[in-house]
């Protein structure tokens, strides 16, 4: 009989945490509390255990609902789901790191943050204007802080005990390498756009080296033009696997060596997204030499501005 296929499965370990982060990520920016408390839910339900959170997503009371809900009916454990939210660019000062952190914790009713990320490199005002703009519509950035002090402050966290690993988002090659060669606690996750049409090759190469855990976001291209999931090398390789074309390039980011993350409010399209299966090498080889389209869909690396406006569906 032939073996299941347990690649939905996959967790990678962390270097530089405790444990180890399941490759296959469900992101919970979804702009409505309801379509999140349901979305949430409906991923646990199919077998996510890993879940992408922001205090910019505005919506951490409505994913922490649906893993207590799940949590109480004693369907799953705290402690089999690694969920990840990030510090917001308005709160880079060190001195607003921790409440920020556990305002976070809070909202999600969870006792520990398995990663915190820091949300992009860009510091912005500090407040409560998640969005600080001057009279001519600029963003207000913040020149009083550098990342450095931003990641010392995630490092505290770690050592308080609530935080069980630390990591960066939205970051390029060049500041990441910054980071790591001045970090005492290394970055274990790094969060960036990336798919076959933006396979950051140089990045996951100094990842590897260094232990961390690529996580790549808008797996599917955002659903946004050009469409990765028409893609004629991915829909020829669908055809041929007998997998839906999101299959394709989901499974093609955990045999690389990602973790990735995913969005859908659609019940079935969740489901889907967490049934993926093995592909066969030639399948990954022409992912990788086939695919001549180059896209960043998402500005938000060049500005700390989200570039992305959530969909409405
Ligand atoms: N760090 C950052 O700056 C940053 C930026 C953006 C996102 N993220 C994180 O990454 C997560 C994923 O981002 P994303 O939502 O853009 O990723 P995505 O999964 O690439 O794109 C979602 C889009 O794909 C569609 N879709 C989902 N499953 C599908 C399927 N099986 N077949 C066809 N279409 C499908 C969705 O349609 P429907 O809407 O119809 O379901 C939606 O339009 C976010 O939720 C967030 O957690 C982080």
């Known amino acids: 009989m032939e073996a299941p296929d347990t690649l939905r ?10 444990g180890a982060i399941p490759a296959v990520g469900f992101g919970t920016l979804i702009p409505d509390q309801l379509a999140t408390k349901q ?3 409906a991923a646990l339900q199919v077998g996510f255990r890993h879940f992408d959170c922001a205090e910019r997503y505005r919506n951490e ?4 609902d649906a893993m207590q809900a799940a949590f109480s009916a004693g369907r799953i454990r705290r402690e089999d789901v690694f969920v990840t939210t990030k510090l917001w660019n308005t709160n880079h000062r060190p001195e607003r790191v921790k409440a920020a952190f556990d305002n976070s914790r809070r909202r999600l009713r969870v006792d520990y943050i398995d990663c915190y990320l820091i949300h992009t490199p860009f510091a912005f005002r500090p407040g409560d204007e998640q969005d600080p703009r001057d009279e001519h519509g600029q963003v207000i950035y913040d020149s009083g802080v550098a990342l ?3 990641w010392r402050g995630l490092e505290r966290l770690v050592d308080d005990g609530q935080c069980r690993s630390i990591g960066l988002s939205d970051i390029t090659l060049e500041k990441l390498r910054e980071i790591v060669a001045a970090a005492r606690i290394k970055p274990s996750v790094v969060q960036v756009e990336s798919h076959p049409y933006l396979p950051e090759w140089e990045l996951l190469e100094f990842c590897r080296e260094h232990g961390i855990v690529l996580l790549a976001f808008a797996a599917l291209g955002h659903g946004l033009d050009p469409k990765l999931l028409n893609d004629p090398v991915i829909t020829a390789i669908a055809q041929r696997v007998r997998r839906t074309p999101a299959q394709v390039a989901l499974a093609w980011a955990v045999q690389r060596g990602t973790a990735f993350l995913t ?4 019940p079935h399209y969740i489901q889907e997204n967490f049934e993926i299966s093995t592909l066969p090498d030639d399948a990954m080889w022409e992912i990788r030499e086939c695919i001549t389209t180059n896209v960043r869909f998402n500005a938000v690396v060049g500005t700390g501005v989200p570039g992305f406006i959530p969909r409405a569906s």
């Open 9 to 18: 499965y996959t967790r990678i370990p962390l270097a530089h945490g405790s």
């Open 148 to 150: 450095i002090d931003t």
């Open 39 to 41: 979305a949430v839910a």
């Open 61 to 64: 009371d409505a994913v922490g």
């Open 263 to 266: 969005t859908s409010t659609k």
